[in-house]
């Protein structure tokens, strides 16, 4: 059974860093064709792709957002992490992690609440 | 980035009535491989989005067959063949031929 779970801080000042981590079981980050993305939704609005790591370790980020993300995964292959530098209000969201088998996404966490605040 | 417009916004619907999505891209969704990687999604109220339908009219394992998709390039459609009451929620089209990958702005399924 594939699972995803994502954890964070819950709230965080404007200007730090946003640190996030999604722990998986049900299949291996080191098989062929496995993605894992990350995933926002602003309470209300559709959805936003911003990063993803492959079973090889390839990173590919949103373009409007590069410069901020930070993709990463753990050498056991069961947790991948977000970094987001400089946060702002802009990035309160709820954020998800998703597997992709290929590109398709095929499960996904139930998500993490982050609110950005002063 | 690619644009995916989702109409209508809204829609009203009763029990067993047959209702159909619309999903149009800015630019074709054919992948140099062959395949269209077009699929949608639904999420329920106060739940993480579910895999419905993957390359256009595939239907994800486990989802009900009133559920189908079709199109090609840049104009897609999911129908749903008999609304029932577990179907209310928002749908979304998403594309993965492009990076990166986007998602339309949703379809909201209400009972009428």
């Avoid at chain 1, 965080?12 to 049900?26: N, R, W």
């Avoid at chain 1, 911003?50 to 590069?66: T, V």
């Avoid at chain 2, 979304?92 to 379809?107: I, K």
């Amino acid at each position: 059974q594939v699972t995803l779970k994502e954890s964070g801080p819950g709230m965080l000042q404007p200007s730090k860093t946003l640190s996030l981590t999604c722990s998986f079981s049900g299949f291996s980050l080191s098989t062929s064709g496995m993605v894992v993305s990350w995933i926002r939704q602003p309470s209300g609005k559709s959805l936003e792709w911003l990063a993803a790591i492959d079973w090889d370790g390839d990173k590919y980020y949103n373009p409007s957002l590069k410069s901020r993300l930070t993709v990463s995964k753990d050498t056991s292959n069961t947790q991948v992490f977000l970094k987001i530098t400089s946060v702002d209000i802009a990035d309160t969201a709820t954020y998800y992690c998703a597997r992709s088998s290929g590109l398709t996404v095929d499960y996904w966490g139930q998500g993490v609440m982050v609110t950005v605040s002063s | 980035d690619v644009v995916l417009t989702q109409t209508p916004p809204t829609l009203s619907a009763t029990i067993g009535q047959s209702v159909s999505i619309s999903c149009r891209s800015s630019q074709s969704l054919l992948d140099s491989d062959g395949d269209t990687y077009l699929n949608w999604l639904l999420q329920r109220p106060g739940q993480s989005p579910q895999l419905l339908i993957y390359s256009v009219s595939n239907l994800e394992s486990g989802v009900p067959n009133r559920f189908s998709g079709s199109g090609s390039e840049t104009d897609f459609t999911l129908k749903i063949s008999g609304v029932e009451a577990e179907d209310l929620g928002v749908y979304y089209c998403m594309q993965a031929t492009h990076a990166p990958w986007t998602f339309g702005g949703g379809t909201k399924l209400e009972l009428k």
